[in-house]
């Protein structure tokens, strides 16, 4: 695969001026290639580049010392550029996408971790109640036992009374 940097060197040496003296064509190619090569190498120029900042204006201006674009805010009609006038922004696209995208995420996990408290204190809840039914059942189980017990006790006491009057009456 070749990168930008090869594609570059290999073209620079096919049309440089001195390889080619005389040559008009070969001179305008090769500014071409460097223009594109400092645009492609500086994240900034590639930005502009892309959102197509660069559509009004004359790619033989990079050729000089002063940096590309830094003239765009000027007063001066030729370096006003209409960001909007491309079909298709992908940088604009992406930014909306991607928000969007990393919104939905948002939202979502903050769902999910709704939910799961949520479902945590229904937990909770429930065992709550399970417990308060145990305690109820336990408390109901030992009054049904001491109820047993005090009949069982007051059958004794009439069962001694009765024998002893029995005695007593012999």
Do not use: C
């Amino acid at each position: 695969m070749i990168n930008i940097k090869d594609a570059y060197y290999r073209l620079s040496m096919i049309y440089h001026p001195d390889k080619n003296k005389g040559s008009g064509e070969a001179a305008k190619i090769f500014r071409d290639i460097t223009s594109a090569y400092e645009i492609l190498g500086n994240i900034r120029q590639r930005k502009l580049y892309d959102s197509a900042a660069n559509l009004n204006q004359n790619s033989s201006q990079f050729t000089t010392k002063q940096q590309p674009f830094e003239t765009m805010y000027t007063k001066n009609d030729i370096y006003k550029t209409n960001v909007r006038s491309r079909d298709y922004n992908f940088e604009q696209w992406s930014k909306a996408h991607y928000t969007n995208v990393f919104r939905r995420h948002h939202e979502t996990r903050q769902k999910h971790t709704r939910n799961k408290i949520n479902d945590e204190y229904a937990e909770r809840q429930n065992s709550y109640n399970l417990l308060t039914i145990m305690v109820f059942a336990s408390i109901f189980i030992l009054i049904s036992m001491f109820e047993h017990v005090k009949k069982i006790l007051i059958e004794r006491n009439r069962v001694k009374r009765i024998s002893d009057k029995n005695i007593q009456d012999d």
